[in-house]
């Protein structure tokens, strides 16, 4: 009995988990950068408390790479943004889940610690793994979902 009400839960995550990261793949369309497009949604409590994409600054030009199509040394991260726009709430990010297009890179890796972020859901791999093995030493959940497969 306790074995089929866990599948019950784990399959309503894991659903849960897919439409999150299909939002956040949704979200990264807002992002002007034209080598990746990232998004990111910080959830808690099956409620959105932030989203971010990958850009520039506030107040900057839209325009996320140079005439060598290099990617400018001040744009933003996806995961960064989402966490800088719920410290600006009066939401907390303690204990909630981060839903994540790429796995975060190592810079990302730490401001989602210092947030107090427990899960982490990405559904493309980043070249580095970094930042994924700085969340799992951390502690942090880190979990892959493939768009591709069904569950």
């Not at 074995?3 to 897919?18: A, F, G, H, S």
């Not at 990010?93 to 890796?109: F, G, H, K, M, R």
């Not at 942090?140 to 768009?147: G, H, S």
Request: hydrophobic share 35%; aromatic share 8%.
């Amino acid at each position: 009995m306790q074995n089929t009400k866990q599948l019950e839960l784990d399959k309503k995550q894991e659903n849960l988990d897919r439409r999150y990261v299909r939002m956040a793949l949704v979200w990264a369309e807002n992002s002007y950068c034209e080598r990746r497009k990232v998004g990111a949604l910080i959830v808690k409590d099956k409620m959105i408390i932030s989203d971010g994409y990958n850009g520039t600054p506030s107040g900057f030009e839209n325009v996320c790479e140079d005439e060598n199509y290099k990617t400018k040394a001040y744009v933003l991260h996806a995961e960064a943004n989402a966490i800088t726009k719920v410290a600006k709430s009066s939401n907390s990010s303690d204990n909630a889940t981060l839903y994540v297009t790429a796995t975060p890179c190592i810079e990302c890796a730490k401001l989602i610690i210092q947030a107090g972020i427990v899960r982490v859901v990405y559904s493309e791999e980043y070249h580095s793994t970094e930042g994924k093995d700085l969340l799992e030493r951390a502690g942090i959940e880190v979990k892959f979902i493939n768009l591709k497969e069904q569950f």
